[in-house]
Antibody
Framework: QVQLVQSGAEVKTPGASVKVSCRVS????????IQWVRQAPGQGLEWMGW????????KFAQKFQGRFTMTSDTSINTAYMELSSLKSDDAAVYFC?????????????????WGQGTEVTVSS | QSVLTQPPSAAGTPGQGVTISCSGSSSNVGSNTVNWYHQLPGTAPKLLIY???QRPSGVPDRFSGSKSGTSASLAIRGLQSEDEADYYCAVWDDSLDAWVFGGGTKLTVL
């Protein structure tokens, strides 16, 4: 079945970087956009950006410009997000999610399958 | 403060119906389709409704979505205890050039 499996929890100090992976299975990795969403403790969902695994095209939410990177490795069906210069308010659960529609239709469809989430703790 | 406004909480008894609203603007709800997600504590969100009123395979027809102008709604009929969760609306915002989520509604089944 379609699955997105994320890497495990991370504990980082302020100023460090964190890289989270999202390995997909059960469908063609290059056939759907991947979105990244985060959720701070007790808070709602916040969109971070998307990547087109087919050509590596990316788009960031403006607030993350400059310290957020998304990449993909089609040889192992895995998407990555990396957030640098971590601050205490970057502590959150980070989710990857698949866009429902095919990649040719663009990234504006619903997020139909989600990874289990990766908890990132930022503490000195 | 979220771009999309949802009531922070909603409640109902088993068997009842409940509606959760999502209010936006012309640059988001007014011009793009709305999706709804639900999230049980400690788990990832799950898609409940897409394209305003479409249910993914496996979602019971007790759940329905609608949109009118700059507002959208999620209706749940025949409440069950397992419906107790957080519910989020989401839509693409043309002005912000970003996906935006509502603040979430915590549904309690009394």
């Amino acid at each position: 079945q379609v699955q997105l499996v994320q890497s495990g929890a991370e504990v980082k100090t302020p100023g460090a970087s964190v890289k989270v992976s999202c390995r997909v299975s059960g469908y063609s990795f290059t056939g759907h956009y991947i979105q990244w969403v985060r959720q701070a403790p007790g808070q709602g969902l916040e969109w971070m950006g998307w990547i087109n695994p087919n050509n590596g095209g990316i788009k960031f939410a403006q607030k993350f410009q400059g310290r957020f990177t998304m990449t993909s490795d089609t040889s192992i069906n895995t998407a990555y997000m990396e957030l640098s210069s971590l601050k205490s308010d970057d502590a959150a659960v980070y989710f990857c999610a698949r866009v429902r529609g095919p990649v040719v239709a663009g990234p504006f469809d619903a997020f139909d399958i989600w990874g289990q989430g990766t908890e990132v703790t930022v503490s000195s | 403060q979220s771009v999309l406004t949802q009531p922070p909480s909603a409640a109902g008894t088993p068997g009842q119906g409940v509606t959760i609203s999502c209010s936006g603007s012309s640059s988001n709800v007014g011009s793009n389709t709305v999706n709804w997600y639900h999230q049980l504590p400690g788990t990832a969100p799950k898609l409940l409704i897409y394209n305003n009123n479409q249910r993914p395979s496996g979602v019971p027809d007790r759940f329905s979505g609608s949109k009118s102008g700059t507002s959208a709604s999620l209706a749940i009929r025949g409440l069950q205890s397992e419906d107790e969760a957080d519910y989020y609306c989401a839509v693409w915002d043309d002005s912000l050039d970003a996906w935006v989520f509502g603040g979430g509604t915590k549904l309690t089944v009394l």
